[in-house]
Structures are given as C-alpha cells and as structure tokens.
Antibody, heavy 119, light 111 residues
Framework: DVQLLESGGGSVQPGGSLRLSCAAS????????MSWVRQAPGKGLECVSV????????HYADSVEGRFTISRDNFKNTLFLQMNSLRAEDTAVYYC????????????WGRGTQVTVSS | QTVVTQEPSFSVSPGGTVTLTCGLR?????????PSWYQQTPGQAPRTLIY???IRSSGVPDRFSGSILGNKAALTITGAQADDESDYYC???????????FGGGTTLTVL
C-alpha cells in the first residue's frame, strides 16, 4: 500500500526538543519532494518545511526557520523533522505529505502526529 | 508575506451548487500558482480534491471542479451532498519560504 506513517510526537516543555519521523512505503521515496504540514488546534494548515528528493535544497516557513531541521534517509524511506527551541505556538498535529513537483501539489498525506508544547 | 484568503464559512442546500474561492490579499491568483484544493473532516488528514487549478484527483467525484474565476481560484461543488460537509483548504505555490501557502480554510455546511 502507498502510505505515510508519522511517529515521534508527544508532550514537551517550552524550549525542549522533539524529532518526528515519517515512514514511507509503496512508492519510490527518493524521487519525491516531501513536506511537513502542521495544524494548530482549531486552526488551518501551514506548510512548515519542504525537502527535495535528494535532500537538498530544503525550505522553511519563517515561523520555524533556525529552530526546525528537515532531513531524510532515502535508504530507509524515512523523513524527519528535528524541532528545537519549541514554543507553545508550535503545538499542532504534524502531517507528513508527499509532493509532486510537476503538479506543485500534496498528493499523499499521513495521519499526523500530535505535538504539545506546554509547561 | 503572502496571505491567501478564503471565505471562513459557507452554507449550501442539499443538491445545490456552491463556489468557494481562493484569493490573494495582494494580487491575483492565476494558474501559475498551481492552486490545489483539499478536503478535511474533523480528526482526519486532508484529502486531495483538485490540483493544478482544475485536475481532479483520482477517485474524486465529478461534482467537484476547479477553475480560475476573475482574480481567484475557485472550487465548485455541483449537487452538494451531506457528506460534503467539511473544511476545504486551498493552497498556492509561491516558491519562497516553505514554498506553499495555505488559505485559512472554508467550513462548508450542507443543510
């Protein structure tokens, strides 16, 4: 089956760190750009980071630039998001999504993992 | 900073037609922004409906269609059904920052 499965979410205090993972299956992972999209409670969607199929370049929203790092392991078909210096406003469900560059869209989504930043 | 605008809410009668729009606070939306549309029900991941302005994703009923209307992208639902009651998000490819910017979403009520 073609699917994305996120893990690594949890509760952390402000200033803490978390590392999210997204396991991909059913497609040639290394040939697709991948993204992390988050959704704060009761809010809309926000694309926070994108990585090309090869691993470079990477792109970040201003809200996470310098604190989050996106990476991938094409041998293990896994996408990562290292989140440092977490803030309360980073509380959200984080979705992993597959991009089709030719269409500039998100054509496959994971189920998401909850990140809660609270003291 | 690019801001993508959507109607916060909309209501349609069963069997009716509704058009949701996706604009820019500054400027016009064209196909160059590759507008795409996503449907999300509470607690679920988004589902791709339309990509590249007007192409329906696999398995999406043909009552959903995408277009450019004036200076906005548009999602039209023709013959709305009860299970179309969802949140709808558009996203535009802007090519800077995190490359894509989502609109705030439209909550569609079918009643």
């Amino acid at each position: 089956d073609v699917q994305l499965l996120e893990s690594g979410g949890g509760s952390v205090q402000p200033g803490g760190s978390l590392r999210l993972s997204c396991a991909a299956s059913g497609f040639t992972f290394s040939t697709y750009a991948m993204s992390w999209v988050r959704q704060a409670p009761g809010k809309g969607l926000e694309c926070v980071s994108v990585i090309s199929g090869s691993g470079t370049p990477t792109h970040y929203a201003d809200s996470v630039e310098g604190r989050f790092t996106i990476s991938r392991d094409n041998f293990k078909n896994t996408l990562f998001l290292q989140m440092n210096s977490l803030r309360a406003e980073d509380t959200a469900v984080y979705y992993c999504a597959k991009n089709r560059w030719s269409e500039r869209d998100f054509d496959l989504w994971g189920r998401g993992t909850q990140v809660t930043v609270s003291s | 900073q690019t801001v993508v605008t959507q109607e916060p809410s909309f209501s349609v009668s069963p069997g009716g037609t509704v058009t949701l729009t996706c604009g820019l606070r500054s400027g016009s939306v064209s196909s160059n922004f590759y507008p795409s549309w996503y449907q999300q029900t509470p607690g679920q991941a988004p589902r791709t409906l339309i990509y590249n302005t007007n192409i329906r994703s696999s398995g999406v009923p043909d009552r959903f269609s995408g277009s450019i209307l004036g200076n906005k992208a548009a999602l039209t639902i023709t013959g709305a059904q009860a299970d179309d009651e969802s949140d709808y998000y558009c996203v535009l490819y802007v090519g800077s920052g995190a490359l894509w910017v989502f609109g705030g979403g439209t909550t569609l009520t079918v009643l």
